[in-house]
């Protein structure tokens, strides 16, 4: 079974993958840009999304491992991935598992000690509850610019950005995903391990200054454990970052697929 996606553009490919609960819409800010110069392919890993379960375990490691025979089923021959949150952890995987050109990954989780794991996971299932109660008003709620912001400043540092449309789309796409649950159990099971492994593949790791899911030492325990790779500050920018700032988040997922010069043209 085919995984849903999108796919547009030509040139290398780059395959983008979402955070959990999401889906391949959240990077449609950036899509025009990237696909100017790559064959992009966003992506609903199994679960989550349009795509249904498909008996994959919604770990780091076994959707990494999904990916690859998505790479093969596309006729992918060693992608650049980009990913975000979840997604950032799994492009770092696919990038210690040898299966891509260059591996990027935007508030990746996995630089957390436990306690700062079980803060995370305790603020997406507040989230979930709050949205749920919220879910029948949602469409009202988020018709103002101050209503997007209160309700969605956890994830987006500009949610008035989004149209109230695309709120209450990722709302149900976060509330509707059969995998969500279950990999939020999982996340406890995810610490960043062996960075010498990485070494072979060009790896960046973003990071937006007003991440309120993932707190700011993190960023500096994957500067301490990764010297090597490059690390790039997001001003401005939330978790989900692509919104926010789209001409910056092009640019540097542009230059981690190694395209710095032709997105600075």
Do not use: Y
Request: hydrophobic fraction near 45%.
């Amino acid at each position: 079974m085919q995984l849903e996606h999108h796919r547009a553009g030509s040139g290398e490919p780059l395959v983008l993958v979402h955070g959990v609960g999401s889906r391949w819409q959240v990077w449609g800010s950036v899509l025009p840009a990237l696909a100017a110069h790559h064959d992009v392919v966003a992506v609903d890993l199994p679960g989550f999304g349009a795509s249904p379960p498909d008996g994959t375990v919604p770990s780091v490691e076994a959707q990494a491992v999904r990916l690859e025979a998505f790479f093969a089923e596309l006729d992918l021959e060693r992608p650049h991935v980009a990913g975000n949150s979840m997604g950032g952890a799994i492009a770092i995987e696919l990038a210690r598992r040898g299966s891509v050109r260059s591996a990027t990954g935007v508030s990746p989780i996995g630089f957390w000690t436990p306690r700062e794991c079980k803060w995370a996971i305790g603020l997406l299932k507040a989230d979930a509850r709050l949205l749920a109660t919220l879910r029948p008003a949602l469409p009202a709620l988020v018709v103002t610019p101050i209503g997007r912001t209160l309700l969605f400043r956890q994830l987006f540092h500009k949610p008035w950005k989004l149209s109230g449309a695309e709120l209450v789309a990722t709302v149900d796409a976060f509330l509707d995903s059969s995998s969500t649950p279950r990999a939020l159990e999982l996340f406890a099971d995810h610490t960043f391990h062996d960075a010498d492994e990485l070494r072979g593949v060009p790896l960046t790791i973003a990071w937006g200054d007003h991440d309120h899911l993932l707190l700011t030492r993190q960023r500096g325990r994957a500067r301490t454990v990764l010297p090597w790779a490059r690390h790039v500050e997001l001003p401005g920018c939330g978790h989900v970052p692509f919104a926010d700032d789209p001409e910056l988040l092009a640019s540097v997922l542009l230059a981690g697929a190694g395209t710095e010069a032709l997105s600075a043209a």
